[in-house]
């Protein structure tokens, strides 16, 4: 009976929030219809900050709308209400360091039961995602024949890694590892359909370069994946807000990241 109760209630700005293994899921399965918004939120929620803090966080956004897109992701199960735990000044995020959120003795109902099937991992083993937006609809090459790639990536090996990686799934690739190749390889026609765009380089700064892109009328087009070892809370959001269509942390499964990219361009793999 609680647990329907607990749907029906109103989201409160002292309500705090954890990712159920669903959301989980919607920034580690490659793949997701969540809007950008949605993701946000879900990468917000951490089983400590209130909803208060995480509308003070959502800049530029109306906090009708963020409260709508939270009991969205509630009414979906992707995120739950925390544990209530009584004992005086314990919050539920005290038990974030651990590898299991632990709920009070006597906690019941369906939110508690998700709430608690795995909100410590990210905390134990570091933020990792794997957040790709399907597309809409299914993207065309922006030139005709194949898709074009820009791989952005200063590890020599993982470059030609990649490079080597994409060429067999059909793309014309071209790399880039500085600020001056970065350039050179956007200016070259075509216009990449995709930018896979790692953020710590030697001479540049990779939300800079997504910045830019995303204000230049000739990438309107151009989905941009981050794929990097930057892998804060901060720096996914920054990528998300910046414009990013997919948010890849490192290390990666390249399997993983091949659907991803077709995720964004609304495709299938061959």
Avoid at 161 to 181: I, V
């Amino acid at each position: 009976m609680n647990s329907h109760l607990n749907v029906s209630k109103p989201i409160a700005a002292d309500d705090i929030f954890v990712l159920t293994s669903a959301g989980e899921r919607q920034l580690k399965d490659s793949e997701t219809s969540a809007s950008r918004l949605e993701l946000e939120l879900l990468v917000l929620v951490n089983g400590s900050s209130s909803v208060a803090q995480i509308l003070t966080r959502v800049a530029g956004t109306p906090q009708d709308a963020v409260l709508a897109a939270l009991q969205r992701l509630f009414d979906k199960k992707l995120i739950a209400r925390a544990p209530v735990f009584s004992g005086g000044e314990i919050e539920a995020g005290d038990f974030l360091s651990t590898s299991t959120f632990y709920a009070a003795k006597g906690a019941t109902g369906e939110d508690e039961i998700e709430a608690a099937d795995g909100a410590g991992y990210l905390q134990t083993h570091g933020y990792y995602v794997r957040i790709a937006r399907r597309s809409p609809v299914e993207r065309k090459p922006v030139a005709g024949g194949r898709f074009s790639v820009v791989i952005v990536e200063d590890e020599p090996h993982l470059s030609k890694l990649l490079k080597a990686f994409f060429s067999m799934e059909g793309f014309d690739t071209r790399t880039a590892a500085n600020r001056a190749e970065v350039v050179e390889a956007l200016r070259k026609p075509p216009v990449p359909d995709l930018i896979l765009l790692d953020v710590e380089l030697p001479d540049a700064d990779g939300f800079e370069i997504l910045g830019k892109v995303r204000q230049h009328p000739a990438f309107k087009s151009t989905a941009v994946v981050m794929l990097t070892a930057k892998s804060t809370r901060e720096a996914v959001l920054q990528g998300l807000a910046g414009g990013a269509d997919g948010y890849i942390t490192k290390p990666f499964d390249m399997d993983l990241l091949v659907k991803a990219v077709h995720s964004v361009f609304g495709t299938s793999p061959r």
